[in-house]
């Protein structure tokens, strides 16, 4: 791996850590999922770089912090998968860190659109 796919790379990891929490309860708004499904629904969004791992302790942090319900459901392809769903408190941690996240990436585009108009 090249030194700038490096940097790219650990740049994106960076940016997933500050991002993830939301991610995560933005796939589980749209219907309930376990592990491996958030992940590959993560992936297919576009956040490639997402590690299994980082995903099932987001998941597992938010369940304890009480945005998410969890149930268990039998599987005939191996063993019982431990689904998780929004509820109330994640539906409203969803909200305001959308709404945090819409402000940021607004305040960086304006950065970014401003950069590209001195160097012009």
Do not use: I
């Amino acid at each position: 791996m090249r030194s700038t796919d490096r940097e790219a790379l650990m740049d994106t990891t960076q940016l997933l850590k500050g991002v993830l929490d939301l991610a995560v309860l933005a796939v589980l708004d749209d219907e309930d999922g376990y592990g491996y499904d958030v992940v590959r629904r993560l992936r297919a969004a576009g956040l490639d770089d997402v590690a299994d791992a980082s995903v099932y302790g987001t998941l597992r942090r938010l369940f304890a912090a009480g945005h998410l319900t969890s149930y268990v459901v039998p599987s005939v392809e191996g063993p019982h998968r431990k689904y998780y769903g929004l509820n109330a408190s994640g539906r409203a941690e969803l909200e305001g860190s959308a709404k945090t996240w819409s402000g940021f990436a607004d305040t960086m585009a304006a950065l970014l659109a401003a950069r590209k108009e001195v160097a012009a």
